[in-house]
């Protein structure tokens, strides 16, 4: 982009320099002299017009590719999150599934042992108070 902006100056530098010559050189008339000129600054602009196109076309073409880059690199991205969120969402269910197992086994094991207990102490009440409420008869 610098350089195209460089030889635009360029060119337009030139043809002042080129111009301003031309008309302290001239060796015809005034009338032959402005027509020269007119020509002169036909062809500068037809120079001008084209090399602005071409500029244009060129920074489309550049924009165009890169935004079909940048797509590009933004859909792999996306399609490699996918698969880093698939692989942890896998290890979370299988982590979540071992944690269902471990809680099951921890519950099964508070219910024997609930049960375990209970059982102890409906055999010691019944030793130690005879059924009855734990007053002395006299």
């Known amino acids: 982009m610098a350089n195209t902006g460089s030889t635009l100056l360029a060119l337009i530098t030139g043809a002042a320099i080129g111009a301003g010559v031309g008309l302290l050189y001239a060796p015809g008339s005034g009338e032959e002299t402005r027509k020269k000129i007119k020509k002169d600054a036909e062809k500068a602009q ?6 602005y196109k071409e500029t244009s076309s060129n920074l489309t073409e550049k924009a165009k590719k890169a935004r079909t880059d940048f797509e590009t690199r933004l859909e792999e991205t996306l399609s490699s999150a996918s ?18 197992k471990q809680n099951a086994r921890l519950q099964k094991d508070a219910k024997s042992s609930s049960s ?12 130690v108070g005879g ?4 007053k002395a008869v006299v």
């Not at 059982?119 to 009440?125: E, I, L, Q």
């Not at 059924?131 to 734990?134: F, K, V």
């Open 116 to 127: 375990d207990t209970s059982s102890h102490v409906k055999a010691g009440d019944s030793a």
């Open 131 to 134: 059924g009855t409420t734990g």
């Open 46 to 51: 037809k120079d001008l017009n084209k090399r």
């Open 83 to 100: 698969y880093k969120a698939d692989d942890i969402l896998s290890a979370m269910e299988s982590k979540l599934e071992e944690l269902r």
